[in-house]
């Protein structure tokens, strides 16, 4: 999709695309020449500077048609697909979305126990909105973002999209206790978009991305709030011992997994990872050789709705995508601490969850 001439295509849509994960793609997007209708509707659920500085550096650019909208709402999203709605005048004849990349969600395991309403809301009556409209416009091409947090408990490691088993009925097995709402909701959304393929012909990529971190990331994720926390001197709080893995995954490769998964697959599931999980411990100790300061840890018990481990298995990424992950976490660590210092000013001040 992304190599594709724009004269030979249609933009495409990008919801979420004031998120760390929907600003990269969009960005992507647009320097290879597609065009981009982004949707987002730039809510609070966490401090709102982070978002702006995403979007300043998408506004204006060639090719970016934005719309303040809430997935959730058929009818203003309609008149987004047709071109009809406000700020789609330059969008010639109009020419018809090519492909919906659905990355608006709200996300987090422990504030979806708080607030479960608001994440069916997004995550799985927005879904129904776009996959619903996707049938009545004839949009060939879905993406949606989902999440390793479906795996809960069940999945050994590496996880695999189908288990250990493989094939329909261990992926069935695999995600069928999700830990929180949130896990459940992205769950939800998976099935529905497959209900879409099987009634309408609707080509489904579903991506379950792994712990993705990278500069102007999300503040509720332990990476941002260590570098911001260590950088500052101002204890952390870890939930565990700290001996806890993750599948940390630079937000360039999710980027570029996300574009490449536009391509035609009918219906697939796919892991995006790094497949070098790391110890949280050592992440923190990177942390810390990079700020020059020392981590003052605040041990906490492990949370009810949290893994020891995640680790994802990409082989079946890499096989249906022609993708793998290029940036070592050393490297990344090193781009989310300078964008840190870069925006200090204001960064130190952003609120984290704990």
Excluded at 76 to 97: K, L, N, V, W
Excluded at 101 to 127: F, K, W
Aim: proline letters at 4%; one cysteine or more; hydrophobic letters at 40%.
């Amino acid at each position: 999709m992304a190599t594709t001439s724009t004269s030979e295509t249609g933009p495409v849509m990008v919801t979420g695309c004031a998120g760390m994960i929907g600003a990269r793609v969009a960005g992507k997007l647009l320097a290879d020449g597609v065009r981009v209708v982004g949707v987002d509707i730039l809510n609070d659920a966490y401090d709102i500077r982070l978002k702006d500085w995403r979007m300043e550096r998408l506004m204006g650019t060639e090719g970016f048609e934005f719309h303040k909208a809430d997935i959730s709402d058929e009818a203003a999203m309609d008149g987004i697909f047709t071109g009809a709605a406000a700020g789609a005048s330059e969008r010639s004849d109009p020419a018809p979305i090519s492909a919906v990349i659905n990355l608006a969600a709200r996300a987090g395991v422990r504030q979806s126990i708080e607030d479960p309403a608001a994440y069916y809301e997004a995550n799985l009556l927005g879904t129904l909105s776009l996959l619903r409209l996707c049938a009545s416009h004839e949009v060939p091409k879905f993406v949606l973002s989902s999440t390793s947090s479906v795996y809960g408990l069940a999945a050994s490691t590496p996880t695999s999209e189908g288990g250990a088993m493989g094939g329909q009925l261990s992926v069935g097995l695999e995600t069928a206790r999700p830990l929180s709402p949130y896990a459940a909701s992205k769950k939800a959304a998976e099935a529905l978009a497959y209900t879409y393929h099987h009634l309408y012909g609707l080509d489904v990529s579903i991506l379950r991305y792994f712990t993705v971190y990278g500069p102007a990331g999300r503040p509720d994720m332990s990476l941002f709030r260590f570098v911001q926390k260590i950088s500052e001197g101002r204890p952390i709080m870890v939930f565990g011992d700290g001996s806890q893995s993750r599948d940390f995954t630079f937000v360039d490769d999710v980027a570029a997994a996300t574009i490449a998964s536009t391509r035609p697959v009918g219906y697939e599931i796919m892991n995006v990872g790094s497949d070098s999980p790391v110890v949280l411990s050592d992440a923190i100790s990177i942390i810390e050789e990079l700020t020059g300061n020392i981590a003052y840890i605040d041990y906490q018990p492990m949370h009810s709705a949290d893994v020891t481990a995640t680790w994802a298995d990409i082989s079946k990424t890499k096989r249906l995508l022609d993708w793998e992950p290029k940036t070592s976490f050393s490297d990344g660590l090193v781009s989310l601490v300078k964008w840190y210092q870069d925006n200090r000013d204001w960064a130190q001040d952003v609120l984290t969850d704990d």
